[in-house]
């Protein structure tokens, strides 16, 4: 670590803006390429607070209820109120018919899409949508990095902005981090309200800190060095557990899905019932299988208030579904181990008929 921490002493600078976040900053755009600039923040939720702000964004925000609560918090910590949306259970995302209908019905500032469980769908259909009602598009794609969409582009370059998380749980993991990827007059309006909104000796809107340390961008170098082995190890396990769940009749990312970096495998059953039947039994074997984003936001009581809002897709993806655990360091006995355990744990419930849609 003290090696990796070489830079930071010479140039007397472990905060944020020093040479490693800088070389990391420049690193990470290399690697989503295109025309995207990238800048490091404390946390996807930093990032995301951050880019509402740079925005501009007033009032409602258009948001998926089936996400992790921080997606919430950033819309409320920007000032704003999030609306809760549909999912369209095929993708497990924000439904753009059903986005469009709340963007007609409702005076709203923003779109705020969530690429589930870093998914990496491709993503015009909510462009289109956000476009047409004049509104910024902000996407929350937390556990997508190092993942690309269906054509191959490394996600990071739709809507106005992408948020990553660099959080331990994430694939990308340096503790706590993340970044923000946008144009680079954007991404100057983000650094600017993630430091405090600070000009010279004046302060110019509202801002707030979501600065990283060069000591955290030392781990990420270190990260980014074993990214793509870590991604490709993920991917090969992914593969035989999607495999095996899909010949079971579960449903199973498709095509759609991309290539994401298989933080975790989302999986649908048919019924709460078989999903709580298949956690049981992969608990029985030591494998914790979770099921994130559930129940939906609009069932928190931080939001009980929102107006009551009926979300079908969602209730009926939260109830049903989980997501199945891989690493990057599986040996060869624990991938036998949770492939066996998989095809065990569906074998004993009732799985679903129907295929996770590719998304169009
Ligand atoms: C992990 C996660 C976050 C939070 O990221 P932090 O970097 O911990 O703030 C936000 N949204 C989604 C979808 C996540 O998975």
Redesign the pocket.
């Known amino acids: 670590m003290g090696a990796a921490l070489e830079e930071s002493y010479a140039a007397r600078w472990f905060s944020n803006g020093g040479p490693l976040g800088r070389r990391l900053e420049d690193r990470l755009a290399a690697r989503i390429g295109g025309e995207r600039a990238v800048g490091l923040?404390?946390?996807?939720?930093?990032?995301?607070t951050a880019a509402l702000l740079a925005l501009d964004v007033r009032g409602r925000v258009v948001v998926p209820a089936f996400?992790?609560?921080?997606?919430l918090h950033?819309i409320e910590l920007a000032g704003c109120e999030p609306l809760l949306c549909d999912i369209d259970p095929a993708t497990l995302e924000l439904c753009p018919r059903a986005a469009a209908a709340a963007l007609g019905a409702e005076r709203c500032g923003a779109v705020l899409h969530?690429?589930?469980?870093?998914l990496c769908r491709e993503l015009s259909g909510i462009e289109q949508v956000a476009r047409a009602a004049g509104v910024p598009l902000v996407i929350?794609?937390?556990?997508a990095f190092g993942g690309r969409e269906p054509s191959g582009r490394p996600v990071g370059h739709a809507g106005d902005v992408e948020?990553?998380?660099?959080?331990a749980?994430?694939v990308f993991a340096i503790g706590?981090?993340?970044a923000v990827a946008a144009g680079t007059e954007l991404l100057e309006r983000i650094r600017h309200t993630g430091n405090f909104a600070i000009a010279g000796s004046d302060v110019t809107a509202r801002g707030l800190n979501a600065k990283l340390s060069d000591i955290a961008a030392a781990i990420g170098h270190a990260m980014l060095d074993q990214l793509d082995q870590q991604v490709a190890a993920r991917r090969s396990a992914a593969a035989e557990l999607l495999l095996a769940a899909s010949s079971l009749g579960a449903r199973v990312p498709g095509a759609g899905a991309g290539m994401p970096p298989w933080?975790c495998i989302p999986l649908v059953l048919a019924d709460a019932g078989a999903r709580d039947g298949a956690l049981a039994s992969l608990a029985a074997d030591g494998i914790e299988g979770r099921a994130?984003?559930c129940p939906g936001l609009h069932r928190a009581t931080a939001w009980a208030r929102q107006p009551a809002r009926h979300l079908p897709g969602t209730d009926d993806v939260a109830a049903r579904s989980f997501c199945m655990p891989i690493y990057a360091d599986m040996s060869g006995d624990e991938r036998r181990h949770f492939g066996a355990s998989l095809t065990r744990a569906l074998g004993r419930v009732q799985v679903s008929r129907d295929t996770l849609a590719d998304a169009a």
């Open positions: 923040v404390s946390s996807a939720t930093a990032g995301l996400t992790f609560p921080a997606t950033a969530v690429r589930a469980f870093g929350d794609l937390a556990a948020v990553f998380s660099f959080h749980t994430k706590e981090g993340g933080q994130y984003y």
